[in-house]
C-alpha cells in the first residue's frame, strides 16, 4: 500500500496507538478523520488539524449516522482502521459485574465495529483498491484472567478479520489485522508492566502496513501466538507476570 494519497479513517483515533497512527499517517500525505465519543478529545484533535466524528460505537444509531456522513462527505474512503477499544479489569468470579460494563465492553470492541465495518464496505468497494485493517491483542489468542471479556472481544475480532478476508478475497478490499503489544497509552496507565512507547510501535508497524503484512505486528506478539498453541499453562504464567 502507498502511504500517501490514501483516504483513512480511525476509530479510537482521539488517544493512544489510534492518535499517535492518525499524527504519523497524516504527516506522510493522507487524509486523516479520527473517529471517537470523547468530545473533549474530539475538539482537542480538530485543534490538531484532524476532521474528526463524533461516535460512540456502542450505539447502533449513531453508527448509522456516522456511517452516512463518511459516505457522503469522503466517498473516497480507502483506508478504514478498527482501532477503538475499551479494557475493563475485573475477577469475573469474586465481583458482581454490572451487566451493562459487559455489554458495552462487547458492543464497543466487536458487534460497533462489524456493524461500522458492513456500512462502509460499499463505499470502500468504490475505491481501486482498499483496506480493513483491524487491532486485536495478544489476549486474543489467550485469555487473561482477569480480562475475560476483553479477551473474548479480541478472540471475537481476530475470527471476524480471517473470515471477512476469506469473503472479500476476490474483491478490492484487503483484510489486515493489528496486534499491539503491551503499549503505553491510557488504556494501559494502571499497568506497571513493561510498555512500548507508542511512537516506538508506530516506527515498527508503518513498514509492515506498507508491505501489507497480514499480521502487522512485533516479533514477541508472533512467538507469544506460538507459545499460547503449544504451551498454554505458560501463556498463562506470562500474562499473570503483572499481577
Ligand atoms: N495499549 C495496549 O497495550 C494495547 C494492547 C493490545 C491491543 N490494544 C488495542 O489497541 C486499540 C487502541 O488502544 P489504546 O491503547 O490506544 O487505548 P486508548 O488510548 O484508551 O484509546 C481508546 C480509543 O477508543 C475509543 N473508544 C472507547 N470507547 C468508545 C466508544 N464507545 N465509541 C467510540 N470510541 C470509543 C476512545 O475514544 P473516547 O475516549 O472518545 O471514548 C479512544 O480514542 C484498542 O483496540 C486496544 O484494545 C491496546
Keep these: 500500500m502507498k502511504l500517501s494519497n490514501q483516504t483513512i479513517l480511525i476509530t479510537g483515533g482521539t488517544s493512544g496507538i489510534g492518535l499517535a497512527l492518525g499524527k504519523a499517517l497524516r504527516e506522510k500525505g493522507n487524509q486523516v478523520i479520527l473517529l471517537g465519543r470523547n468530545q473533549e478529545k474530539l475538539v482537542a484533535a480538530s485543534g490538531l488539524g484532524f476532521e474528526t466524528i463524533s461516535c460512540d460505537l456502542s450505539k447502533i444509531a449513531d453508527i448509522e449516522a456516522a456511517s452516512v456522513l463518511i459516505q457522503n462527505k469522503y466517498p473516497q474512503l480507502n483506508l478504514l482502521f478498527n482501532n477503538a477499544g475499551i479494557q475493563y479489569n475485573y ?8 451487566p451493562n460494563k459487559i455489554a ?22 468504490n475505491a481501486e483498491q482498499a483496506w480493513i485493517i483491524n487491532t486485536t491483542s495478544g489476549l486474543g489468542m489467550h485469555p487473561k484472567k482477569d480480562g475475560l471479556v476483553y479477551s473474548a472481544s479480541k478472540a471475537a475480532m481476530r475470527n471476524f478479520t480471517r473470515g471477512l478476508r476469506t469473503v472479500l478475497q476476490k474483491s478490492s478490499i484487503k483484510v489486515l489485522e493489528f496486534i499491539p503489544p503491551v ?60 499481577d
Design 183 to 242: 503499549t503505553d497509552t491510557p488504556m494501559t496507565s494502571g499497568r506497571a508492566e513493561n510498555k512500548m512507547p507508542v511512537q516506538r510501535l508506530i516506527d515498527l508497524i508503518l513498514p509492515q502496513i506498507e508491505k501489507e503484512r497480514s499480521m502487522i505486528t512485533v516479533p514477541i506478539m508472533r512467538l507469544f501466538e506460538w507459545i499460547a498453541f503449544l504451551f498454554p499453562s505458560l501463556a498463562d504464567r506470562i500474562l499473570s507476570k503483572g
Design 104 to 125: 458495552q465492553e462487547i458492543q464497543v470492541n466487536v458487534s460497533g465495529q462489524i456493524i461500522l465495518t458492513q456500512l462502509l464496505i460499499p463505499v470502500l468497494s
Design 91 to 98: 475477577n469475573f468470579l469474586e465481583q458482581v459485574i454490572p
